[in-house]
Every structure is written in structure tokens, then in C-alpha cells.
């Protein structure tokens, strides 16, 4: 039998992730020689279980919730798109360095353009929420030349500090939810965790342009009560979070292991079992 390469996926909680079955999809598929675990850490104790991981021959994790920042704080070297979010959802390791990576915002912007096939270049673009969801997808949405990037939190003033922060890549503003009542957008992403609530974002109705895109990052059995506000006010393309949590897998994957997986097969995978 030959030696596998270990992998995982650290959280705490970990139990309901699927990025298990998701990578083990992968490996099959290209015939890595890798297998893929998940892990629950306990809250205070991150660093010791990484080390520990990676003293017994562990060459990469997956990081999740809540432990994005101590994994950006862990690496040793970061990627630009990382030290942008500040925060580390994917860890590789090799000798005595640690890679910090972000995957989040390359996932969501691979789902969009193409698995939906919707071009983000030239486009308004609305991203609801500032916290570290949005902050990971900021820079990578940039880099795609949108018209412009709107950023709505219900605390304005965490907005602001977004569009400063990336003031430099690209045409930026922020504000309240409401602040973009009479604008519409072309494709409008929820970055809150309002759907884990079952709730919706303070929202105009009228920001969803002709042929808009509604993206949630979460997603459900149902769709969000985001999404179904959306087609009640006009988007014409609506889409959950499973895209990008597969995207995300597969740029983690690349960057381990030097291939790309296809991931529409798994996506179709998770979308008829979710």
C-alpha cells in the first residue's frame, strides 16, 4: 500500500463540513495519493493541533470557523490574497515554513464566472456585509475590473474601513443597506450570516438590475430568504454558497497538490444530496 499524504480540515465545530467527502471526491478523481480528515480542535488550543498535525507528517489543512485569524497569525509567509482578507483558510505546509492562504474570494469568483457564466468585468457589483466573509472576497472580486464595488453593512462605519482598506485596487464605496435605495446593482452577494439567522439585511427592494445575479454564500436544503426576496424583486439568476465552498476546495487542492479537479461533477453531487 503506498504512504498516503495526510490532509485535513480543522474547525471547531467540525462535525457537519463537507469538505471531507469534497476532497476525497478529488483525490479519486485525479488519483491522488492523498487521504482527508477533519478535525475539531478545541477552541484554545489551535496552534498546538496544527504542530502536532504537522510533526506527524501532515502537509496541508483546510481552516474554518474559529480559527481563520489564528491561522493567519500561524503562517510564516502569506499570500497577497490572504494578507489582504487577514484571515487564512487554507495552511501548507513544507519544511519549517507555513503557507497562509485565502481561497474564499478565488472560489466565489471562479462559481460565478464560470459555472454560472456571468463575467464580472465592467459590472455594479453590491456585497452585503464586512466582516471576514466579505473581507476574503473583496480583493478577488477587484481584480476582475468590475464598474464599481458597493459595500452595505448594517454597521457603516465597518464598511468604510473596507473601502479604505482596498481603496487602492479599484472604484469602491460603502455605506448602510439603505444608503443604495434608487441604485440597482448587477449582481448583489450576502456575505452576512443573516441566513444562518433566517432572516434577510435591511434591503432595498429595487437594487436588482435587468438580468441581476442574487448570490448568497450560504446555503440550505431551501433557498435563503435572501434569495427568495431576491426573485420577488427582480434578479433573474439566483445562486447559494455551494458553487464557491467546492471552488474554494479546488484552489486549495491546486495549490497542494498542482492539479485542478473538476468540480462541477461534485457540485451536482452536493446540490442533489444537500
Given at each position: 500500500?503506498?504512504?498516503?499524504d495526510a490532509y485535513a480540515v480543522i474547525g471547531n465545530p467540525i462535525s457537519h463540513s463537507k469538505s471531507p467527502l469534497i476532497h476525497t471526491a478529488f483525490a479519486q478523481q485525479t488519483s491522488q495519493a492523498m487521504r482527508y480528515e477533519a478535525?475539531?480542535?478545541?477552541?484554545?488550543?489551535?496552534?498546538?493541533?496544527v504542530t502536532a498535525f504537522h510533526q506527524q507528517g501532515g502537509k496541508?489543512?483546510?481552516v474554518t470557523v474559529p480559527f481563520k485569524l489564528e491561522a493567519y497569525a500561524f503562517s510564516t509567509h502569506l499570500t497577497e490574497r490572504a494578507e489582504s482578507a487577514q484571515a487564512v483558510n487554507t495552511l501548507q505546509f513544507k519544511h519549517d515554513e507555513?503557507?497562509?492562504d485565502n481561497t474564499d474570494g478565488a472560489g466565489l469568483v471562479r462559481d460565478i464566472e464560470t459555472n454560472l457564466g456571468i463575467s464580472i468585468a465592467s459590472k455594479r457589483i453590491l456585497l452585503m456585509g464586512a466582516g471576514g466573509a466579505a473581507r476574503g472576497v473583496v480583493l478577488p472580486i477587484l481584480k476582475q475590473g468590475p464598474a464599481m464595488l458597493a459595500?452595505?453593512?448594517?454597521?457603516p462605519?465597518?464598511?468604510q474601513l473596507l473601502q479604505q482598506q482596498f481603496a487602492a485596487y479599484g472604484e469602491l464605496v460603502s455605506g448602510h443597506f439603505m444608503d443604495f435605495s434608487g441604485e440597482s446593482f448587477d449582481i448583489i452577494i450576502n456575505a452576512t450570516s443573516a441566513s444562518l439567522q433566517d432572516a434577510i439585511p435591511d434591503l432595498p427592494a429595487n437594487i436588482f438590475a435587468n438580468g441581476s445575479l442574487a448570490y448568497d454564500m450560504m446555503y440550505s436544503h431551501e433557498p435563503t430568504r435572501f434569495l427568495a426576496f431576491a426573485?420577488?424583486?427582480?434578479?433573474?439568476?439566483?445562486a447559494d454558497g455551494i458553487g464557491m465552498l467546492v471552488e474554494q476546495a479546488a484552489e486549495s487542492f491546486f495549490l497542494w497538490r498542482g492539479i485542478r479537479p473538476q468540480t462541477k461533477p461534485i457540485i451536482a453531487q452536493l446540490k442533489t444530496h444537500a
Amino acid at each position: 500500500m503506498p504512504i498516503l499524504d495526510a490532509y485535513a480540515v480543522i474547525g471547531n465545530p467540525i462535525s457537519h463540513s463537507k469538505s471531507p467527502l469534497i476532497h476525497t471526491a478529488f483525490a479519486q478523481q485525479t488519483s491522488q495519493a492523498m487521504r482527508y480528515e477533519a478535525i475539531l480542535s478545541p477552541v484554545d488550543e489551535f496552534q498546538k493541533t496544527v504542530t502536532a498535525f504537522h510533526q506527524q507528517g501532515g502537509k496541508g489543512l483546510n481552516v474554518t470557523v474559529p480559527f481563520k485569524l489564528e491561522a493567519y497569525a500561524f503562517s510564516t509567509h502569506l499570500t497577497e490574497r490572504a494578507e489582504s482578507a487577514q484571515a487564512v483558510n487554507t495552511l501548507q505546509f513544507k519544511h519549517d515554513e507555513i503557507l497562509g492562504d485565502n481561497t474564499d474570494g478565488a472560489g466565489l469568483v471562479r462559481d460565478i464566472e464560470t459555472n454560472l457564466g456571468i463575467s464580472i468585468a465592467s459590472k455594479r457589483i453590491l456585497l452585503m456585509g464586512a466582516g471576514g466573509a466579505a473581507r476574503g472576497v473583496v480583493l478577488p472580486i477587484l481584480k476582475q475590473g468590475p464598474a464599481m464595488l458597493a459595500i452595505a453593512n448594517r454597521t457603516p462605519k465597518k464598511a468604510q474601513l473596507l473601502q479604505q482598506q482596498f481603496a487602492a485596487y479599484g472604484e469602491l464605496v460603502s455605506g448602510h443597506f439603505m444608503d443604495f435605495s434608487g441604485e440597482s446593482f448587477d449582481i448583489i452577494i450576502n456575505a452576512t450570516s443573516a441566513s444562518l439567522q433566517d432572516a434577510i439585511p435591511d434591503l432595498p427592494a429595487n437594487i436588482f438590475a435587468n438580468g441581476s445575479l442574487a448570490y448568497d454564500m450560504m446555503y440550505s436544503h431551501e433557498p435563503t430568504r435572501f434569495l427568495a426576496f431576491a426573485q420577488q424583486n427582480g434578479a433573474h439568476n439566483l445562486a447559494d454558497g455551494i458553487g464557491m465552498l467546492v471552488e474554494q476546495a479546488a484552489e486549495s487542492f491546486f495549490l497542494w497538490r498542482g492539479i485542478r479537479p473538476q468540480t462541477k461533477p461534485i457540485i451536482a453531487q452536493l446540490k442533489t444530496h444537500a
